[in-house]
């Protein structure tokens, strides 16, 4: 049976917290499909098409990744795609609240998919993807924040905010 996995996020944007865990996932899995939330409420950095496009840069050396996008419910898109599996990056103990909760609720919505957490490595610890948009907004340098390939996409967004 092929193992297929979702590793699900809003990658606004993908920092390289994000793709360390990209990387790992690939190693555990058959597939991985890096799937980004689109969510109509929330005002993003990056569109929809900007961080799909950064993270099929940052992801073309692994040759069992795709990226793709994903609306409503993680459970119902996990099972779409035939997977049981949702693989979630934590980075500290501040994480785990979210990440818990989250996990009890896919679970009591379906109990077929298991969430399997990765822990970041040190390193990344303490990279987010909120922290890279305040850097980058704020005119600091990002570039050892995200991947090479990423960096000119804030620059393009930035450039174009201002
Ligand atoms: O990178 P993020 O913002 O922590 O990713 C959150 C994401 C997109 C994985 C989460 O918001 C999500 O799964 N959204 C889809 C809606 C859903 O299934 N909600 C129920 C589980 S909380």
């Not at 040190?122 to 987010?128: A, D, N, T």
Request: glycine share 4%; charged share 20%.
């Amino acid at each position: 049976m092929l193992r297929l996995a979702i590793y699900p996020g809003s990658f606004d944007p993908p920092t390289l917290g994000h793709i360390d865990v990209v990387e790992r996932a690939s190693r555990l899995f058959d597939e991985l499909v890096v799937a980004v939330g689109v969510n109509s409420s929330k005002n993003p950095f990056l569109t929809v098409e900007q961080r799909i496009e950064a993270l099929q840069a940052c992801t073309k050396h692994l040759p069992n990744v795709r990226v793709d996008q994903f609306k409503g419910l993680l459970v119902n898109y996990t099972l779409e795609q035939g997977a049981r599996a949702i693989v979630r990056g934590l980075r500290a103990t501040a994480d785990f609240e979210y990440e818990f909760q989250m996990a009890m609720v896919n679970r009591r919505l379906c109990d077929e998919v298991e969430t399997v957490f990765l822990m970041t490595k040190w390193e990344h610890s303490y990279l987010s993807s909120s922290i890279v948009r305040e850097v980058a907004m704020l005119g600091g340098d990002y570039s050892e924040m995200v991947n090479p390939e990423v960096a000119p996409i804030i620059a393009s967004v930035i450039a174009s905010r201002s």
